[in-house]
């Protein structure tokens, strides 16, 4: 066999090899490759037709560069990361061990290309693919949105894609490092479009998975106050939502959540209540359970008997609700507030109004306060009977007309009732034919009762009216009259049920 021959063979024999070496290494993983080299990465071990890194590999700083850092994979091989892949507060030391991933060979600078654990992968046009999560820098407001500046490549991102939530002023992300997702890529007219709110996204998810696990009734925690409604404020605890209903805001009474927290406000609140599951999941929170309560030593701050001057916040058909500080409300009914009747407390208060008032009642589990405007002044019913005698003639005024009388003041506080039939001579059917509402009168004292408050009078004359009754139980004074059936079922011995003088008579 000649030389020639023998050449042939030979080459014959090393492409058999070579295919045979592609082969076996074709179905070699990128680990694989990179533990043939001794650890090393080369360009086979990490090409960029992989598609992804290589695994986790430990290798050692062995120099710092500028924004480079050098590190020793092994096998006189040596891999380069970018400083930008490390903590502000970390410090980069030479000789320290570090987990890398192998990234790609740099064909243009022969490098290995690294990576770190949990680091977005560096940005190379060629290698981009929708779903990766790039770094980049803000540079710039564009229609609709933002310019990203990334390595070599400038993306957009559209204003719905900038955050979870609506954004009104997008310009104050400029300037920010930002972590975004490529959504689509058009390599022939070199657009990329990205987005910063899917990478939130799954950050949220997996802290909600996380937080779920954690969270308890009882528990505070912080949260970012987002989205306000007319019923309460919505609460970001770091992936989960929760509500602080307006009830649970303040201990004082608010009108709307704005005037307690607004948008972007970092508050402490408490688990309430967590009901649910998964995205049916329903958190309360209590803003005002993180704060002192004013309830607590409300009794001995407001015994019972003192007499304190409070602003009227708020009026209702049964009272008025005033202020004692802030956070105590206390409720004046409408009995409480005159000694004389009255129909509504407008007749007496109004918002804004600082009013005396005694302390009746203390219930600091029900977190209520009884208060009472009349008896924080004199009692005007003191020393009625002695001035007040039957036969005594009084001018009044018309305060009130009913169906069965009209009530009369005779003095501050003291309203006595002139039955119909004690309003004329003759024979009335309402009260309307004889008198009106604010008319000056004078009345006759027919009884009075100091017990119950009630004093009865008549406007007739002495001669025309009947002979008073006793306030005795019948023992004593003229024989009583036989009852007569009156209108609207009244009888004619001042059986007044339903007047409101029922007991006149007892």
Not at 384 to 413: H, M, Q
Request: charged share 30%; hydrophobic share 40%.
């Amino acid at each position: 066999m000649n030389e020639s021959d023998k050449h042939a063979n030979k080459s014959n024999a090393d492409d058999a090899i070579n295919r045979e070496v592609e082969a076996a290494m074709s179905g070699m993983s990128a680990e694989e490759l990179a533990a043939l080299t001794g650890g090393g990465a080369s360009a086979e071990a990490a090409s960029p037709d992989s598609g992804a890194p290589s695994g986790l590999q430990m290798g050692r700083i062995v120099s710092v560069r500028g924004d480079d850092v050098f590190v020793d994979l092994g096998g006189k091989t040596q891999g380069v990361l970018s400083k930008s892949l490390f903590k502000p507060d970390e410090v980069i030391a030479v000789g320290e061990p570090i987990e890398i991933y192998i990234d790609r060979h740099d064909r243009e600078s022969d490098l290995i290309i690294l990576s770190r654990k949990g680091a977005p992968r560096s940005v190379e046009w060629e290698l981009l693919k929708p779903g990766d999560v790039v770094e980049g820098r803000i540079i710039g407001l564009n229609r609709g949105g933002l310019e990203v500046k990334l390595k070599g490549v400038t993306a957009f991102m559209p204003a719905s894609q900038v955050d979870v939530m609506h954004v009104k002023d997008i310009s104050i992300f400029l300037g920010e490092n930002v972590r975004c997702e490529v959504v689509e890529i058009d390599r022939r007219g070199k657009n990329l479009t990205v987005s910063r709110r899917k990478v939130l996204e799954k950050e949220r998810k997996a802290n909600r998975e996380e937080l779920v696990k954690e969270l308890e009734v009882g528990q505070v925690r912080k949260g970012v106050v987002g989205n306000l409604t007319d019923f309460g404020a919505f609460v970001d605890l770091g992936g989960v939502d929760g509500l602080i209903h307006i009830s649970e805001m303040s201990y004082k009474q608010i009108k709307k959540p704005s005037e307690v927290v607004n948008p972007g406000d970092v508050v402490e609140v408490k688990v309430l209540k967590i009901q649910g599951e998964g995205d049916k999941q329903r958190i309360s929170l209590g803003l005002k359970q993180t704060q002192p309560d004013p309830w607590e030593g409300v009794a001995e701050r407001f015994p019972v008997d003192s007499t304190h001057k409070v602003r009227v916040v708020r009026l209702a058909d049964f009272g008025a609700f005033a202020q004692l500080e802030e956070g105590i409300d206390g409720l004046i009914p409408v009995s409480e507030m005159a000694w004389n009747r009255i129909g509504s407390p407008k007749e007496v208060v109004e918002v804004g109004q600082l009013v005396d008032v005694s302390v009746l009642k203390v219930e600091p589990k029900r977190q209520r306060i009884s208060l009472s405007m009349k008896h924080a002044q004199p009692d005007p019913w003191a020393g009625v009977i002695e001035s007040y005698t039957p036969e005594t003639e009084v001018n009044g005024k018309v305060t009130r007309l009913a169906d069965f009388g009209a009530f009369i003041e005779i003095a501050p506080g003291i309203e006595g009732m002139a039955h119909i039939s004690e309003l004329s001579e003759k024979r009335i059917k309402n009260c309307g034919e004889v008198l009106k509402v604010g008319q000056e009168v004078k009345a006759r004292v027919l009884r009075v009762d100091e017990k119950t408050r009630r004093i009865g009078l008549s406007l007739k004359p002495a001669e025309a009216a009947s002979a008073p009754l006793s306030l005795d139980t019948g023992k004593s004074g003229p024989p009583k009259k036989k009852n007569k059936k009156l209108r609207g079922g009244l009888s004619g011995g001042w059986d007044w049920a339903g007047t409101g003088f029922e007991n006149l008579d007892a």
